[in-house]
């Protein structure tokens, strides 16, 4: 009896063990085979050439790699404080935690429903990560990401961040745009024109003549100053189209076209050595009228703070005073 009982202990010891191995073994395996679906982070951010970003409103983006920037929609310079951010999530995201299996069906109706297809290319053309971003959890500490052709969602995030990761892939249109409207070394100017339609006496052109720089009046019936022309002068006024950036695009503003319509208080046009052209047309943002409140007259406006403008033609945006000014020169100011 005590052998019988002893040998049936064996029994079950082994039994067990044999049990736990398979089961371990067939675990290991399964998430051998589903590894890849947690890998979201690009491992090395110098191969990805190409993102390729859609929702499910239709709406698309393509951002490509060209020389030290980046390009949407192959015509436009993409911002770069956006590329920055948003290939600091792709090539740092991780899995935060798998999410327990009564929340799976949450994710993923969100996934479906408001998903972001992210496609990431590298140099050769070949997709090397492609995944769907959703919304967050109630924190906004997490993520729902789910690899492409995958079952199993996860809450993802970026080490040592906090927020919701969704923000750096859903901009749309202009907002993926660079709001440089100069930027542009001294050395690759070849010509700036600055007329100011209602003030022709201050208007000037700066051409390059070789090595140096002419000065002239923009209308010919403005007097030419006989004066040699002052060189520190003009390269003070030329470094300044260096990095000058806009508060940003109002391509939707209802009125753009009855503002552009107007005489615009200043045209600035710059033409590089490569003959690429560059043209804003500014109009001053009239602020809302204030009144003295013991005489009911209307009190100073003040300096303009911001314009609307129009650049090349195509856009509409608004650029700051404090920015613009250092390129509001007069004509009288080179010889001053």
Sequence with gaps: MNRTFLYLIIFLVLGGATFWMLTKSSED?????LGADRKFKVEQPEEIQKIFIADRKGNTTTLERQGDHWVYN????ARPNVMENLLDAITRVEIKYQPPRQAVEHMISSLATEGIKVEIFNKKGEIIK???????TADERGTFMMMADAEQPYVANIPNWSGNIRFRYNLKGDDWRDVMVFD???ENISKV????PKQRNKSFVVSREGNEFDVAPYFDIT???NLPVPQGKV???LVNFEK???RGFDNKNPEKDSIAATIPFCRISLENNNGDRTDLEMYPIQRDLQFDEKTGEPLPSGEVENYYAVLNDEDFLVVSHLVMKKLLWAYEFFYQ
């Design 130 to 136: 492609s995944y769907y971003v959703g919304g967050s």
């Design 235 to 237: 390269e003070q006024f």
């Design 193 to 196: 024109e600055v007329e100011y």
């Design 74 to 77: 192959e015509k436009y310079r």
């Design 29 to 33: 395996e399964k998430t051998s085979l």
């Design 223 to 225: 007097p030419k100053k």
């Design 184 to 186: 542009e070394q001294m």
């Design 244 to 246: 000058v950036g806009s």
